[in-house]
């Protein structure tokens, strides 16, 4: 079955981490940039952070820019999202998304980009 599957969301207070995971089951990330995207009850979802295929190129939403670091484990097939500093406004269910291979031009910041997704952590940051 092919999925990717995060983990790693929950409650947490402002100012708090947390860490997600992306695991990948039936596909491979290695050749693919891999990205981190979010939505917010009654919000459009957002691009957060994309890796290059490699891991040697990151790419940040401003909103999370400093306080916010992807990751990737090739070897491993998974992807994280360290999030520091944590804000209410960070509140949102978070998916990781597969993109381009190494031929296709990144950053790639829209979501039609990408071609696998998965089910969603919920991430709620309190005040």
């Known amino acids: 079955q092919v999925q990717l599957v995060e983990s790693g969301g929950g409650l947490v207070q402002a100012g708090g981490s947390l860490r997600l995971s992306c695991a990948a089951s039936?596909?491979?990330?290695?050749?693919?940039?891999m990205g981190w995207f979010r939505q917010a009850p009654g919000k459009e979802r957002e691009f957060v952070a994309t890796?290059?295929?490699?891991?040697?190129?990151?790419h940040y939403a401003d909103s999370v820019k400093g306080r916010f670091t992807i990751s990737r484990d090739n070897a491993k097939n998974m992807v994280y999202l360290q999030m520091n500093s944590l804000k209410p406004e960070d509140t949102a269910v978070y998916y990781c998304?597969?993109?381009?291979?190494?031929?296709?031009?990144?950053?790639?910041?829209?979501?039609?980009?990408?071609?696998?997704w998965g089910q969603g952590t919920q991430v709620t940051v309190s005040s």
């Open positions: 890796i290059n295929w490699s891991g040697g190129s990151t």
């Open positions: 998304a597969r993109g381009g291979g190494p031929k296709v031009v990144w950053p790639q910041l829209a979501g039609a980009e990408y071609d696998y």
């Open positions: 039936g596909l491979t990330l290695r050749s693919y940039a």
